[in-house]
T-cell receptor, first 111, second 118 residues
Framework: AQRVTQPEKLLSVFKGAPVELKCNYS??????LFWYVQYSRQRLQLLLR??SRESIKGFTADLNKGETSFHLKKPFAQEEDSAMYYC?????????????FGQGTRLTINP | EPEVTQTPSHQVTQMGQEVILRCVPI?????FYWYRQILGQKVEFLVS????????KSEIFDDQFSVERPDGSNFTLKIRSTKLEDSAMYFC????????????????FGDGTRLSIL
C-alpha cells in the first residue's frame, strides 16, 4: 500500500532558525516524491520534487530510500515561508500517476 | 503562466441532488485528475483521466461519481445523488503528457470548489 506520513500537524519556528518538515513514505516500487505548498488563500503548488534535486526558495529535500524519508529542509526560515506543506508520493499506472498525500504540516514562522 | 481553473468556487446543494463541478485544465495537458479534501483531513485521490477514459479510480469513486470531458477544454466531475459526507473541497489537477518523461510531469492544481451538502 502507498502511504505518506507527516508526523507534525503544526510546526512553529522563529525567523532565521532552521526548518525541517518530516515526511516518511511506504511504497513497494520506486517512488517519486514531491513537496507541495499552499500559501494562505492560494492554490496547491509544486515546491520541489526529488528527481530534480534542486533548491527552491532555499528549500531542499533528499530522498533517503533506506529510511523511506523525504524530509524538507531550509537552513534559515523566513516569514513568507509560513504555509501548509504537503508531502506527496506518485504511484500508479504509468502516465496518469495519482498523488498520495500526507496529512500536511502547517508551518508558522514567528518574527 | 497558464492555470487550472475551477468553477464554482463554492457550491451549496441539498442532499440527494446532483452536482457538477467544472474544471478547465491547462490547454496542452493530457492527464486530468480529481482529488478531494474533507475538512481537517488529507487530500485524497478520486480519479485520473486520459485519452477520454478513466485511467484509475479510488474506492471513494463509486457509482455515484462520474467524469467527463464534454469538449476540448472542460473536465467535469458529477455526483449523481449527493450525501452529507460528500461535503469537501474538490481539486482538479492536470499534467503534461508531452515528451518522453510523461511519468515525471508535476500536477498543476486549481483553486478548488468547496462543496457543501445540506
Amino acid at each position: 500500500a502507498q502511504r505518506v506520513t507527516q508526523p507534525e500537524k503544526l510546526l512553529s519556528v522563529f525567523k532565521g532558525a532552521p526548518v525541517e518538515l518530516k515526511c516518511n513514505y511506504s511504497y513497494s516500487g520506486s517512488p517519486e516524491l514531491f513537496w507541495y505548498v499552499q500559501y494562505s488563500r492560494q492554490r496547491l503548488q509544486l515546491l520541489l520534487r526529488h528527481i530534480s534535486r534542486e533548491s527552491i526558495k532555499g528549500f531542499t529535500a533528499d530522498l533517503n530510500k533506506g529510511e523511506t524519508s523525504f524530509h524538507l529542509k531550509k537552513p534559515f526560515a523566513q516569514e513568507e515561508d509560513s504555509a501548509m506543506y504537503y508531502c506527496a508520493l506518485s504511484g500508479g499506472i504509468q502516465g496518469a500517476q495519482k498523488l498520495v498525500f500526507g496529512q500536511g504540516t502547517r508551518l508558522t514562522i514567528n518574527p | 503562466e497558464p492555470e487550472v481553473t475551477q468553477t464554482p468556487s463554492h457550491q451549496v446543494t441539498q442532499m440527494g441532488q446532483e452536482v457538477i463541478l467544472r474544471c478547465v485544465p491547462i490547454s496542452n495537458h493530457l492527464y486530468f485528475y480529481w482529488y478531494r479534501q474533507i475538512l481537517g483531513q488529507k487530500v485524497e485521490f478520486l480519479v485520473s483521466f486520459y485519452n477520454n477514459e478513466i485511467s484509475e479510480k479510488s474506492e471513494i469513486f463509486d457509482d455515484q461519481f462520474s467524469v467527463e470531458r464534454p469538449d476540448g477544454s472542460n473536465f467535469t466531475l458529477k455526483i449523481r445523488s449527493t450525501k452529507l459526507e460528500d461535503s469537501a473541497m474538490y481539486f482538479c489537477a492536470s499534467s503534461d503528457g508531452t515528451g518522453w518523461q510523461v511519468v515525471n510531469q508535476p500536477q498543476h492544481f486549481g483553486d478548488g470548489t468547496r462543496l457543501s451538502i445540506l
